[in-house]
């Protein structure tokens, strides 16, 4: 009997359990969504970083195919997934923050640890899950039938979720499966995705480290002799001007430091020495900024120090943005700079 016939089989002789299903798939959806919510407030808060959270409620098909696939005496109650949410995040290190914010934020947690239950010689990349119910943090009304109900959290890398992408569309599910040829070549494929997300850790706690001593430099007075490149240039430009936002959009300071580097500065210090030279024409080069750019962008905020720094190299070379700015604004603050003997000396 093929899979289609059997499903179809299974409406028939089921209707009272396809009619349980349907009638308890719209609060499963809205426990997925909740929980998501939730794991997604968390993540930003605790500075986890992540790539994705998603989630889904199972569908009738994905029901009645799974069911068909295994034995269950009580599908209803056995099945964890009929909610589901996916984290899938950067770095392996950061599993530990993500774990505490499940067990802090829900309730009736049950860890499902994939990665390991493989072994160390078995097919696949996978990863943890964790089946929980709503925590006590979700109360009143709108959760009173959400609460008894399981939502089941995968929790992945990026490359682990890469490899589930690969693994989803390839017909070896089990390793008995695999062509010996094929088996070694498979192994050790899901074995440097492993090594690479190890790599990456490894990565970022180098460059912790790196940020560590540059911020230490602060105190000894050889910041400024720090090599130039974007980590760098983000803490001057917090050290420079601590007042001012960092940044009025997200990548605002990576391409305000695109531009420089075609100009070949190598330390901070040489970026230093343009921005003092300035630094008495300041208040006119923001006010003029800001009555320029309040409508269009900053709607009433104060500029950033990004586009403070950008705007002072940009007079400086004449025109070093590719994005240069209004050619009366320059000229505005050109004309002042002279008017009031406003350049200073590094």
């Known amino acids: 009997m093929s899979e289609e016939s059997s499903i179809d089989l299974l409406w028939k002789n089921n209707t009272e359990l396809v009619r349980d299903f349907l009638q308890t798939r719209d609060d499963y959806e809205q426990l997925c969504s909740e929980v998501a919510y939730i794991l997604k407030k968390s993540l930003i808060k605790e500075k986890v970083q992540f790539s994705a959270v998603t989630y889904r409620a199972k569908t009738l098909n994905s029901f009645l195919e799974k069911i068909t696939r295994k034995s269950y005496s009580d599908p209803l109650k056995e099945i ?24 802090r934020e829900f309730s009736g ?18 990863a943890v899950h964790f089946v929980v119910k709503l925590g006590k943090g979700s109360s009143g009304a709108r959760y009173d039938d ?14 682990q979720d890469a490899w589930a992408i690969i693994d989803h569309h390839l017909i070896y599910k089990r390793e008995s499966d695999i062509p ?95 921005v003092q030279k300035y630094k008495n024409a300041i208040p006119i080069i923001k006010n ?46 050109r004309d002042n700079l002279k008017k009031e003997d406003l350049l200073g000396t590094t």
């Open 109 to 126: 947690i049950e860890k499902v640890d994939k990665i390991n239950e493989k072994g160390l010689d078995k097919f696949g990349y996978t």
């Open 80 to 103: 964890t997934d009929f909610a589901g949410v996916r984290i899938v995040y950067l770095y392996q290190d950061d599993l530990e923050k993500i774990e505490n914010i499940v067990r």
């Open 146 to 159: 959400l609460k008894k109900l399981n939502c089941e959290i995968q929790v992945r890398t990026v490359l």
């Open 180 to 274: 010996t040829k094929l088996q070694r070549k498979l192994n050790g494929l899901a074995g440097l995705f492993e090594t690479a997300d190890n790599q990456f850790d490894n990565i970022r706690r180098e460059r912790d480290a790196y940020l560590e001593k540059v911020d230490e430099s602060k105190d000894s007075g050889n910041f400024l002799k720090n090599e130039l490149n974007l980590d760098t240039f983000i803490s001057y430009l917090t050290w420079k001007f601590p007042d001012y936002d960092l940044k009025f959009f997200e990548n605002q300071p990576e391409i305000v430091y695109r531009d420089i580097r075609r100009y070949k500065q190598k330390t901070l210090q040489d970026i230093d020495n343009i």
């Open 288 to 333: 003029k900024l800001e009555e320029e750019y309040r409508d269009l962008y900053y709607k009433g905020q104060d500029i950033s120090s990004s586009l403070l720094v950008s705007t002072i190299l940009d007079i400086e070379f004449d025109g070093y943005m590719k994005a240069n700015l209004p050619v009366d604004v320059k000229e505005f603050i």
